[in-house]
């Protein structure tokens, strides 16, 4: 099929890509002629694995081209919409992205072309699109297709994703536009993928509920853990213990610095705005206090950090590893990580940070901190180690040669992923998160 994929940034780009993968003639368009030269180019403007493999793949096949010209998107039979919905000042999402991106594929959109709204949004914002579309083209389809990809697996979230939602409206018109999407994610149906057809506002709450009890589940077992510490518990093998109940599961109750990132932040603030918005002020109240305890975990790893150092951080040195919020990603957006090591540079610390991939993103946001090429250059004389983000390399570490390189043995889990027991033998004072 031709498919045209407006917004080029993490989700658009991995979108174009992957659908060109599953053999369809994409075009992507963004209005930034930066990103585009690089994608031509075949680099992509971000850390995601196996994306620069199946670019270079669909541009060598001729399968895609990018531009940033949206008069290019014309012909294409479904036109997916990927662009940014950051979060306002307000706490609500910032539809002014969305608003853009429709307003300049309107005049281009032919009669029998589907309109699919990939973007995360507040519920409502496809009604009010469709009406938009309407007008612009009453024989056009305005369809919501949300997305759920994991950073660090967005290719094969993509490619293979665990479910499929089309939210469609009713009558023939719904129908065909099943019919259409089914064509475009052939592939993945036949493999058994499993499909929901319901309406759009259902298909649009889809992805923010999804994350607000992903956030929620986060945080409750972080606020266990604060509870850990100071009953002498371990937060840890109470997870293993509860995550045996099949109505819960282990996944996700992992404490440690709580969530970060692009989407569950701000995803759980725009939601509870767009709640008060609707008349129901109390409804998701509960979200607030989510999004504090997951705060919280910033502040109780500081608090940590600095009672290592003898309760003053000023001209200590502090070995940050770990940037990005999550491994296997370079995105710094709400990283708990970049925070905490920032933090602890404006307290006075002598912080020099690594990441594997999260450095150059790192350098934009907070380029006043001292950036090391690799591990060891980081822990060099080190008074205190803070394992930030859960990098392979991380997890390997050998504490006889960490211990090797650093000034004292001090050294805080957190993300609870080190053998506290190795550590401790190898003669480290080892401190977890509520363990």
């Known amino acids: 099929m031709r498919i045209s994929v407006i917004g080029c940034g993490y989700l658009g780009a991995v979108h174009a890509v992957s659908m060109a993968k599953l053999g369809h003639e994409v075009v992507g368009v963004d209005v930034d002629p930066v990103k585009i030269a690089a994608l031509s180019r075949g680099e992509a403007p971000f850390f995601e694995p196996g994306l620069p493999e199946i670019l270079s793949e669909a541009l060598a096949t001729g399968r895609i081209r990018f531009t940033t010209e949206i008069a290019d998107v014309a012909g294409s039979e479904v036109h997916f919409l990927a662009v940014g919905t950051p979060q306002g000042a307000d706490g609500a999402a910032d539809l002014r992205y969305v608003d853009a991106a429709v307003a300049a594929l309107l005049p281009h959109v032919g009669a ?140 996700f109750l992992n404490a440690g610095l709580g969530f970060g990132g692009g989407c569950l932040p701000k995803d759980i603030r725009a939601f509870r705005a767009r709640s008060i918005e609707l008349g129901l002020p109390h409804t998701l109240d509960f979200l607030e206090d989510v999004d504090a305890v997951n705060l919280r975990r910033r502040d109780r790893l500081v608090d940590v950090a600095t009672e290592l150092l003898g309760g003053d951080v000023q001209g200590r040195r502090v070995a940050v590893l770990g940037l990005a919020f999550k491994p296997d990603s370079d995105d710094v957006r709400d990283s708990p990580a970049l925070d905490i090591a920032a933090r602890l540079r404006a307290a006075g610390a002598v912080v ?43 997890r390997d570490l050998e504490p006889a040669a960490v211990g090797a390189l650093v000034a004292a043995k001090a050294i805080v889990d957190g993300r609870n992923c080190l053998d506290p027991q190795a550590w401790r033998q190898a003669g480290f004072t080892y401190r977890g998160m509520g363990r």
Do not use: C
Not at 215 to 238: C, P, Q
Not at 358 to 371: D, G, I, M, N
Not at 375 to 392: K, N, P, R, S, Y
């Open 352 to 394: 020099v940070a690594y990441d594997p991939e999260a450095v150059h993103t790192s350098q934009r946001v907070h380029p006043e901190l001292t950036y090391a090429e690799s591990a060891a250059e980081a822990l060099g004389g080190a008074d205190v180690v803070l394992v930030l983000t859960e990098w392979q390399e991380f």
């Open 112 to 251: 029998g072309q589907l309109v699919v709204g990939k973007s995360t949004v507040p519920v409502g914002t496809a009604a009010r699109l469709a009406d938009d579309l309407a007008a612009a083209e009453p024989d056009a389809t305005l369809v919501w297709n949300p997305e759920f990809l994991r950073e660090g697996f967005a290719v094969q979230d993509t490619i293979s994703p665990d479910r499929i939602v089309y939210g469609v409206p009713d009558g023939v018109e719904g129908e065909r536009a099943v019919e259409v999407l089914d064509d475009v994610y052939a592939a993945a149906l036949a493999a058994g993928t499993p499909r929901l057809v319901v309406d759009r506002a259902t298909a649009e709450l889809v992805k923010v509920s999804a994350n607000a009890f992903l956030a929620t589940k986060i945080s409750f077992i972080n606020a266990m853990a604060e509870i850990a510490e100071v009953t002498g518990a371990d937060v840890t093998a109470l997870a293993d213990a509860i995550g045996l109940d099949a109505r819960i599961g282990r996944r």
